[in-house]
């Protein structure tokens, strides 16, 4: 079973299901077909994270997030007056160096059973042949046109200036031979080979500073999974450079206090799960940032003893200004000085969950001319101004300001959830900045405190609060106004959206498997 925000794309992994491949090979097949079938997130020029569980026991993740370029400096993105500018958003100074293609064959290496040039196959068919496109990537390409036209001319989204519709073909020859570079090569052809060569000239072009010694140090980093229990299940997360494992497992810690959280929907239980969310945003924002520059209590913020002191400053009626919590919040420890989530289960019981971005849709709008691919616009991830909000208003800290070489905390949030006898029961991520954690964590909640099924748990109205901007965001419809009442009454700021997060996520149910895209958004399931 495999669920993408792309129907071909999952497509792909179920082909290489059928073909004998186990969930990492169809993972990668489905990496590299996103790659071409939903280019707004789906990357080649991004990064990303995997949780592997192997169906004997082993787990293993890996950041192949992106890093920020040798020649990068911590005030890159201010004009000459100190004032933040647009550039870690868009154009040829917001990305970070790509991790994607090294990061996909490296989990191929250890845990799958083909070959790239194997598991690449459908990849190279979509774009050399083409694929019919569907309104949702009809809708993403018309809004991607200001960003996209103005940086290149003659990408295949917009033959002739205009963007291509619903029912045309999509062929992406640039792409394909990109991609038949890597099959045949391996990772080292993007890293180091022409196409290396082309992502520099496009950088020079611009006025980027990723450099061919900035993509051939490029290496992922095989980390120790972030475990964590809730009510007895199992939970194996993603630990820094992303904040997701980090600060969902904060915050169902938090939760998991109660003997019995509030029945759902109510007005006592999002007043719970809101300011939990609150607190463990606090310590998100101002302590985590990249392991290999400084240092991040992982073992404290995760720890239930932790926990328990968040729970006891939730008063059980009234809501806590952010900033009266804040010094609560030990300090931090000092130092010397539009993605998309896709799930795979094979038959055997292996699961593989993966988030990959470009960070905004169409990630900094540049294209690769000659090699056919987006770049990201993974910087304005940092702190560019630490005690500023970024593109997601998230208020965040030194920690995570930039450093030459240092890779930027992510909210990603890939998670695998084990039931009581150990096997694999939940496969989830999403996309939607910090609202990843937050949606990712209720799903989590819905199946295992409310008993929900897969269904009801993805389909369940969602809140949100990242500590800063103070407020409780909420999805529109989903909700009573008595219960909304309520929540303003005891002091939460209300924020209403129409929806907050995108979640792709694999269930196991009696006798197989069940496998859900976003309901509001577009994705498919394809098993077999
Ligand atoms: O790594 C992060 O936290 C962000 N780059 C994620 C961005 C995102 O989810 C945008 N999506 N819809």
Redesign the pocket.
Known sequence: MAVSNSREASEAAAEVLKAGGNAVDAAVALGFALAVSWPE?GNIGGGGYAVIRMRDGRAAVLDYREIAPLAATRDMYLDADGKLTDKSVFGHLASGVPGAVAGMAAMLERYGTMPLSRVMQPAIRLARDGFTIDTALAGSIARARGPVTRFARNTPFFPNGEPLAAGARLMQPELARTLEAIAVQGASAFYRGWVADSLVAEMQRGGGIITREDLSRYTPVWREPLRSTYRGYAVIGMPPS?SGGVTSIEALNILEQYPKLPPFGSAGYLHLVGSAFQRAFIDRNAKLGDPAFVPVPIAELTSKSYARRWQASIAPDRATPTRTLENLSSPPAREPE??THYSVVDSLGNAVAITT?L???WGSGVWVRGAGFMLND?MD?FAAQPGKPNMFGLVQGEQNAIQPGKRML???SPTIVLDQADRVLLVIGA????T?ITGVSQVILNVLEHRMTLGDAMRAPRIHHQALPDSLTYEAGGFGRAVLDSLRTMGHGMREIRSLV?INAIMRVPGGWEGLPEPLRSGGAVGH
Do not use: K, Q, Y
């Not at 996309?431 to 910090?434: H, L, S, T, W």
């Open positions: 997130a992303s539009h993605t971005t960070n905004n849709s993974e991830d992510s909210a990603m996309a939607g900045g910090p990843i995108n």
